[in-house]
């Protein structure tokens, strides 16, 4: 995997962009200094507020909160390191395999407590892994572990995870954050159970749904109490309205769309900086509609869509071209000759050989049904408006009416059976937890299924990625979605801290990964 970690930082631009309000830049200057007063007020930055778009529906690991890990609340067996390899986090070592690879064994660390004084051992570890098993307590997470047969206590700092089948890269799973045994006493939904207490350097002192989430800092963790005493995280949907909070001088972070961030440049008290990630934005396109369903239709708009002009505009140069879903991040996976060259005269005619005729209007119609279709995009992502926007205008250049439509986040998941949909997907950990479900059964060409079942089952490293490149090349041939761009994540941090570390981002920008995966150890200066 090329675990490598970058991060730019923007330089100060030369004039305004188009689009973002001069006072924006100018209120950022007047009001810093060297340091800068944090949004709290406080002068010995023991308290930090960031802003993200995204909530969690629930703060309980099992109900899929912090897939990754870095959850601030709960530790895992594993973490991530910055360059993305695992390392030991409530486990003593690395996970130990069995010759056959069917039972993976990790021993505990010791003097580890939760938040609330109770030991932590084996049984809680055993235990939130029943549960993840258990239907009775529904957590989402239960088909990722369709390997893992059982778990059970070797001795009380002990643990050993048997499968039904060899699963080479389990260790990667075991990021859940670890729960107490008591709080999972009662078999019931995880998603409806109150937040547990966890081992991690924070505790829940407030959560506002819809609103903010409080932290404080657990005076008791493992490893020291962290510098910063309390986080407050805003839940704020719309990009445009974090940027305005940022502006007011209400939060300390923030993450936001490549055309905000790049804005703010080198200003006085903050800087600007981009990650790698492991995002793909694409446009999915339901098997339920008779126009995004037609094979002819999705490589036809592959072969229209201008990808460099989506780098140089939408991204601001804050990422580059996608052809497939497997995000280069992940480079020992990547077929690159799995791409499409632009090119409307091969567009056209493969919608003239099928049969799909341009009408009066200039839209194309088939055995009467016109080829168009509305385009959803969750309202507020700027990014996602803009590809939608540029994407509808490619479209029309070989025939196909795409109507783009914001809709709110709770509307979207309903709209993607019939309508088309901006999406992020992907993550730099590895493809199968994400990418089985993205792309089983939607191709025409067994080839992708096959190749899915093979990487999903295969021990061996070279085997896994012969696989999913196989995998690409047939994908090419019979997409079952427009995949876009791989865009950079753009961050704007206020420098009253150190401890900052580029990460490769997952695809979402929430509490637990970005810059501030390692809140923990940040330090005031």
Request: net charge neutral.
């Amino acid at each position: 995997m090329d675990s490598s970690s970058v991060a730019v930082v923007i330089g100060k631009p030369r004039g305004i962009r188009a689009g973002v309000p001069a006072a924006l830049v100018l209120a950022l200057a007047a009001c810093t200094g060297a340091p800068t007063p944090t949004a709290s007020g406080d002068t010995d930055g023991s308290t930090i507020v960031i802003a993200v778009a995204e909530e969690p529906a629930s703060l309980n690991p099992l109900a899929g909160y912090a897939p990754h890990g870095a959850g601030k609340i709960y530790d895992a067996l594993l973490e991530h390191r910055a360059d993305l390899a695992l390392r030991p986090q409530l486990a003593a070592d690395m996970p130990r395999p069995s010759a056959d690879g069917r039972s993976w064994t990790v021993a505990l660390r010791k003097g580890v407590s939760f938040s609330n004084g109770s030991a932590f051992d084996a049984n809680d570890v055993v235990a939130t892994y029943n549960a993840l098993l258990d239907p009775a307590y529904a957590s989402p997470l239960r088909p990722r572990f369709a390997m893992l047969a059982g778990v059970r206590a070797v001795d009380a700092s002990t643990v050993r995870f048997d499968l039904n089948t060899p699963y080479a890269p389990f260790p990667g799973l075991l990021v859940v954050g670890v729960l107490p045994s008591e709080a999972l006493a009662e078999r019931t939904p995880v998603a409806s159970m109150p937040p547990p207490v966890g081992t991690g350097p924070f505790k829940v002192a407030e959560w506002q749904r819809g609103e903010r989430l409080v932290l404080d800092a657990n005076p008791s963790y493992v490893d020291g109490p962290p510098p910063i005493k309390k986080v407050t995280v805003e839940f704020v949907r719309d990009d445009q309205m974090r940027a305005q909070r940022l502006r007011d001088g209400k939060v300390d972070g923030v993450a936001l769309p490549p055309s905000l961030a790049r804005s703010y440049g080198d200003t006085t008290g903050f800087e600007s900086v981009a990650q790698r990630s492991g995002e793909v934005r694409s446009i999915a396109m339901p098997s339920a509609n008779p126009v995004t369903a037609d094979p002819a239709i999705r490589l036809a708009l592959n072969l229209a869509v201008d990808r460099k002009a989506l780098v140089t505009g939408p991204l601001n140069g804050q990422g580059g071209e996608a052809h497939t879903p497997v995000p280069e991040v992940l480079a020992e996976f990547v077929e690159p000759s799995a791409t499409f060259t632009r090119d409307l005269t091969s567009a056209r005619r493969k919608l003239d050989d099928v049969g799909w005729r341009l009408g009066e209007s200039g839209i194309r119609v088939r055995d009467g049904v016109t080829a168009a279709f509305t385009l959803a995009h969750a309202t507020g992502d700027v990014l996602a408006a803009e590809l939608a926007t540029a994407f509808a205008a490619d479209a029309a250049t070989i025939g196909v009416r795409v109507t783009v439509r914001p809709v709110s986040a709770t509307q979207f998941a309903a709209r993607a059976d019939a309508d088309a949909t901006v999406i992020a997907t992907g993550d730099p950990f590895d493809l199968d937890p994400w990418l089985f479900p993205l792309l089983h059964g939607r191709s025409a060409d067994s080839t992708v299924d096959t190749s899915l079942q093979v990487a999903r089952a295969a021990n061996d490293p070279a085997q896994r990625a012969a696989a999913y490149r196989k995998l690409q090349r047939a994908y090419v041939n019979t997409p079952s979605m427009v995949t876009l761009v791989a865009p950079r994540h753009s961050y704007v941090l206020r420098q009253n801290w150190t401890g900052y570390q580029p990460v490769v981002d997952a695809s979402t920008q929430d509490l637990t990964w970005g810059p501030w995966w390692n809140l923990h150890r940040w330090q005031p200066r």
